[in-house]
């Protein structure tokens, strides 16, 4: 298969919703990462990104819609949903909801259980591409299953190229992160923290939210849980306050000796939004081991601290 890369213009989204109404998978910007888009409702359709990514079939997938409405056709909605979705939605959140009777979605989408993961991004080309294709689009990130996640058209063909028919480049993502996860099947559960703070939800809901780290390798209620996720080829160990001698150092703050650095002035937001655009580039450079600075676990911290955890578990196919 050849990949079309697709410009971000009419003719290219006109293109992109052609593919997808066939049944394709194509990946797209968000404004945490690049997506990698199906029709949610059709089994092969669905089937596809799993074949593309290399992906567990157990771990779900979060359905991308247009609005709130199009969210309660899918699923059942608690007040605590509609009160987030007005003060977040379009935007980095996704929230797990009971899944509605007879709501048309492919079992795959799901990984079989009652419960659903849903999300309105805010992404320009996202939106627009959501409204031409008139489809719920399941999309995960658009990169090999557990490893980095893509933050530009060119990571998404430097994993994919090949095994979907296109990607729309819109450019690079703005937040780098994925969207933080909140479970409303029962009382809030941080599952995934992610491009909103949980001090944020928190605030909303005017009510404490269970932070404890959500690690799932058998049954995850939501993507992203899986022990070993957003991992480069390269070892990664964490909180460094220098390198070792085979080490390259990816700095935070003013550290002296990094190879680059996620932020010099120490902004979260910052580091953020190129935290996986420096693990691409010191993996491609050929690093064998990433050495991180030090990164406060608060806020944003959060998030880039849960994705470095991540990548730098154990692996199921090796070191």
């Known amino acids: 298969m050849k990949t079309e890369r697709l410009a971000p213009d009419d003719a290219g989204l006109a293109r992109a919703a052609e593919l997808l109404g066939k049944g394709t998978c194509v990946a797209f910007p968000t404004e945490t990462v690049y997506g990698l888009g199906a029709d949610a409702r059709h089994d092969d359709a669905v089937a596809g990104i799993y074949a593309a990514k290399g992906r567990p079939a157990h771990n779900?997938?979060?359905?991308?819609?247009?609005?709130?409405?199009?969210?309660?056709?899918?699923?059942?909605?608690?007040?605590?949903?509609?009160?987030?979705?007005?003060?977040?939605?379009?935007?980095?959140?996704?929230?797990?909801?009971?899944?509605?009777?007879?709501?048309?979605?492919s079992r795959l989408v799901t990984a079989g259980l009652d419960s659903v993961a849903l999300r309105v991004p805010a992404a320009p080309v996202a939106r627009r591409l959501l409204a031409r294709s008139g489809l719920p689009l399941a999309a995960p990130s658009a990169n090999p299953s557990g490893r980095i996640s893509p933050t530009t058209a060119d990571h998404v063909l430097a994993g994919l190229a090949g095994r979907i028919a296109a990607v729309v480049d819109g450019g690079p993502c703005a937040v780098g992160l994925e969207s933080t996860i909140l479970d409303?099947?029962?009382?809030?559960?941080?599952?995934?923290?992610?491009?909103?703070?949980?001090?944020?939800?928190?605030?909303?809901?005017?009510?404490?939210?269970?932070?404890?780290?959500?690690?799932?390798d058998t049954a995850p209620a939501a993507p992203g849980l899986m022990a070993s996720h957003y991992a480069p080829r390269a070892r990664v160990r964490l909180n460094a306050e220098t390198p070792g001698t085979d080490e390259v150092l990816l700095g935070f703050g003013p550290v002296q000796g990094a190879a680059l650095n996620l932020s010099e002035t120490g902004d979260l937001a910052e580091a953020a939004a190129g935290l996986f655009a420096a693990l691409h580039r010191l993996d491609t450079g050929g690093a064998t081991a990433i050495a991180v600075s030090p990164i406060p676990d608060t806020g944003l911290g959060r998030a880039i601290n849960d994705r470095l955890r991540r990548a730098a578990a154990p692996r199921p196919d090796g070191p």
Do not use: N, Q, Y
Request: hydrophobic share 55%.
């Open 60 to 105: 779900p997938l979060i359905v991308h819609l247009p609005d709130l409405a199009a969210a309660a056709d899918l699923a059942e909605l608690p007040d605590a949903a509609r009160v987030l979705a007005a003060a977040f939605w379009p935007g980095p959140l996704t929230l797990v909801l009971p899944l509605k009777r007879g709501a048309g979605l």
């Open 184 to 216: 409303l099947t029962g009382s809030p559960r941080l599952l995934r923290p992610g491009g909103i703070p949980a001090e944020a939800l928190a605030r909303v809901l005017d009510m404490p939210l269970d932070l404890r780290r959500v690690t799932d």
